[in-house]
């Protein structure tokens, strides 16, 4: 057989075998879901229209044509065709797997104790409610054309005319950017700020009235998360503690607020403001207390004790022991919402509102504190230690001041969770949550605002948008963190110190200039 | 004296690293420390520079008891430790290394011109002056970890082994830069394992082993003393004449 077809056959098989573990675990019905409800299907059926399971296959067959293509530098029609065999050949695997399929059906075989889809709806959605002969030879004619497709992509990508074309589309991007930055950074720079500013400000206020509840539930959670996850990137983005229980200082605010403004079990009944400020601070004093005796532990032993210290929390929150106080497993109820201006805080739109603040406030602090004298201290403790110390650092002082910070943002959003939600328990604030804001930080970039933003609506965001995919989550996770990792070690937004390029002569600007004339 | 260390006992938990260590330093001097590794030269100079404690003994700089205080304290004297090992914030551009070492002062135009200073000693340094310090070569990165301990302005600067791991020119290099330190008037204790260079450029010298300070004297009469010559200049007699 010549190599080039073999080249070729070789990513088709891998995506075969993709396809193969797809159908096993239903995923291919959740894409066609996922194709219906982006065409605008209101409420798509478990199995949907075989329209979008077609539209699957070719997708498929576009992924191995695309595979089979990549690094081939030939002519238009050999690439395509190499496309072609790829995606025909995981198109033959696909039929195999059909026609098996298609056996268990007419045999009517169990074997959904092991494979739990294969019901007798999804075999026939699988192939496309035709008659079996017919449903492989569509999937196999769809692969293939699917490969054929992505072959021409990538070879209309790579074609001499595309390319010239996407330079000069990133050239006249490369000036636009530089001349937009004459704007912003010359002396028109304060107006743009002024403009820029505004319009969010704009957008902060009038998009939370149109979003309706869902959606301010959902991203109101997100930006509850952002203010966590800052707090958490306080202490190991910038001064490099590993801390894993994180959530605890989260549980402290909740309870603050829960046991200090609900009715049950103390009737204390604050009010939310005085309780925000007291969650806040008990939160702070906690990471105050947690960090005095772990300052002489470094890397594996820290996330040990904190690790520890986060479900000390947790049990002690659910104990019997503690059930008068705390509500026990059934967590506290009724927690009441803040009061602006006599006007009480209900809804998730109100509480957007406030939550956008907190995000606002907690981004402020934590760029200031970045940037500041404090921030270079923390990245001199991340960097080393030692060397931090023989600077004259305080290194104490600093991770202490890093673990009481992060802790109070923890806080403040934990109180505003509690009062938002109207409720608080133990089980909110599992290990798994501490993974979770863990997770979102490392995947958003370790240290980076953006980062942190992008990861909350990643990990706590998508998961809420596509409820139906709420099984394969930590499928999902553990894809998307091995490819992140493989493809952006650091992040998807990593963490970018202001880098201050010191000219020669820092004094003189016109000094490179000089040079050039000499 | 500007640096007295009397009888200084430093234990790791049950380990005990330094037994009875006495010696000082002459404002103005170069003083060596030598011995083989895991004698305890590290130790010495991290309880000098605070980083440790003694559980007895004292330490004494220019008429003030130091034994107990705080690393950054002891910074704020001008007294500066250049770690072992070119330890230098590797992410951190050249500029910003150097910017470190300056961190307890706060007068920003005092930084900037120590920083020109630096870079007039260490041209290499300003032309590499915004690349990540992790990326210099392994005598840059040397000479950076020395240059940023210069810009706290030493009275008495410890220098740890400021020769491990470099090609002898460069060797040669390190230990005139330390020379014309001293001779700009900052006191220096060295600690080093090539002692034949050490005790070339030093008035005096300390033999540590095991813990101990063995051996004492000037730094010529060490190099012509037949212990030190058969523990530690042995191998380097030989290499020195290929
Ligand atoms: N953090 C520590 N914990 C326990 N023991 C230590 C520690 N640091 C050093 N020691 C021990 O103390 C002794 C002296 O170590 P030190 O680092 O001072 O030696 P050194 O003379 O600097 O050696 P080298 O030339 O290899 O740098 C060694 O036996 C070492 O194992
Ligand atoms: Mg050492």
Known sequence: ?518 | MILNIENINVHYGAIQALKDVSFNLNEGEIVTLIGANGAGKSTCLNTISGILHPTSGRVTFIDEEITNTSPQDIVKKHMIQVPEGRKIFASMSVWENLEMGAYIHSDRSQIKKRIDQVFERFPRLKERRNQPGGTLSGGEQQMLAISRGLMAEPRVLLLDEPSMGLAPILVEQIFDIIREINHNGTSILLVEQNALMALSIADRGYVLDSGKVVLEGKADDLLRNPMVIKAYLGGEAIGSEL
């Open chain 1, 1 to 518: 057989m010549n190599t080039s077809l073999r080249k070729s056959i070789r990513p088709g098989a891998t995506i075969g075998i993709v396809h193969i573990f797809f159908v096993l675990i239903g995923f291919n019905m959740l894409v066609a879901i996922l194709f219906a409800r982006v065409s605008g299907v209101k409420q798509p059926d478990a199995i949907p229209a075989p329209v979008y399971l077609m539209a699957y296959s070719i997708t498929m067959g576009i992924w191995a044509g695309v595979a089979a293509a990549q690094k081939r530098k030939q002519e238009f029609r050999q690439v395509a065709f190499a496309g072609c065999v790829a995606g025909g050949f995981a198109g033959i695997m696909a039929g195999l797997l059909e026609f098996g399929l298609a056996i268990i059906l007419v045999k009517n075989i169990n074997v959904r104790d092991v494979l739990t889809v294969l019901s007798a709806n999804f075999i026939k959605g699988t192939l496309f409610g035709m008659q079996p002969a017919m449903g492989v030879m569509v999937t196999v004619m769809l692969f293939a054309l699917g490969g054929t497709l992505g072959g021409a992509l990538v070879a209309f990508w790579n074609s001499t005319p595309f390319q010239a074309f996407l330079n000069r589309g990133i050239r006249f991007t490369k000036d636009s950017v530089q001349k937009a930055q004459g704007v912003t950074h010359g002396k028109n720079r304060l107006l743009w700020q002024i403009a820029s500013i505004s319009l969010l400000a704009l957008a902060v206020v009038f998009l939370p009235l149109n979003w309706g509840s869902y959606w301010n539930y959902v991203l109101g959670t997100v930006g509850l998360y952002v203010v966590l996850g800052l707090g958490l990137n306080i202490a190991v983005g910038l001064s490099g503690q590993l801390v894993l229980g994180f959530i605890a200082f989260f549980a402290i605010g909740a309870y603050s607020m829960a046991l200090l403004n609900a009715p049950l079990p103390y009737h204390l009944m604050w009010g939310f403001w005085p309780a925000l400020v007291l969650g806040v601070l008990l939160a702070a004093v906690a990471g105050l207390l947690l960090g005095l005796p772990l300052m002489r532990l470094r890397g594996d032993y820290l996330a040990i004790v904190t690790l520890g210290f986060g479900e000390i929390i947790r049990i002690l929150l659910k104990s019997d022991v503690l059930t008068a106080y705390t509500g026990g497993p059934r967590g506290i109820q009724n927690i009441g919402g803040p009061t602006i201006f006599g006007r009480p805080f209900v809804t998730d739109v109100d509480f957007m509102y406030l939550i956008i603040g907190a995000m606002l406030l907690a981004m402020f602090i934590y760029s200031r504190l970045q940037n500041s004298r404090t921030g270079r201290a923390w990245l001199a403790i991340r960097e080393d230690e030692t060397v931090a110390r023989a600077s004259g650092v305080n290194t104490v002082r600093y991770k202490l001041l890093a673990l009481v910070i992060g802790a109070a943002f923890a806080g403040l959003a934990g109180a505003i969770f509690a009062s938002r939600n109207q409720f608080t328990g133990p089980e909110e604030h599992s290990l798994m949550a501490s993974i979770n804001v863990l997770s979102l930080i490392i995947v958003g970039g370790l240290g980076s605002i953006p980062g942190t933003i992008m990861g909350a609506f990643a990990l706590k965001g998508l998961p809420e948008i596509l409820r139906e995919f709420e099984n394969y989550r930590l499928l999902a996770f553990g894809a998307l963190l091995v490819a992140m990792m493989l493809s952006k070690p650091d992040g998807f937004i990593p963490s970018r110190r202001p880098k201050f390029q010191i000219p020669i002569q820092p004094e003189t600007r016109e000094a490179p200039k000089e040079q050039d004339h000499d």
